[in-house]
Every structure is written in C-alpha cells, then in structure tokens.
C-alpha cells in the first residue's frame, strides 16, 4: 500500500508531466498555424490544472497537517 505522502508526490508528478505534455502538444497547434485552436486547448489544460490545485489546497476540516 502507498502512503498518502507518497500517493500527493506522484499525483503532483503525474499532474506536472500531464501538464507539460499537454502545453507541447499546444504549443505545436499554435506554431503550426492553428492559432485558435492552440490558445483555445491551452487554456482549457490551464484551467482543469488550476481547478484540480485548487481543489487539492483546500483545507476541508480546518487543519493543514
């Protein structure tokens, strides 16, 4: 079984490398003339990234630790 410090690291890594595969693949939209498209799919990466962080840092009985 993992611990959950364990689990939050890999779940951190595995959002962080999702992410980066995710604004290349933007990234070759936009450069590859698809403006639109690529602004359109970074943005939508952008915000379930910042929508899952967010949730993640809630504290939800009132202690952090």
Do not use: E
């Amino acid at each position: 079984m993992v611990s959950p410090v364990t689990k939050a690291i890999l779940t951190r890594k595995a959002v962080g490398l999702v992410g980066a595969i995710a604004a290349g693949i933007g990234l070759w939209r936009f450069t590859s003339g698809d403006w639109l498209g690529g602004i359109v799919f970074i943005a939508a990466v952008a915000g379930i990234t910042a929508w899952y962080l967010w949730s993640t840092r809630r504290v939800r009985d009132g202690r952090r630790y």
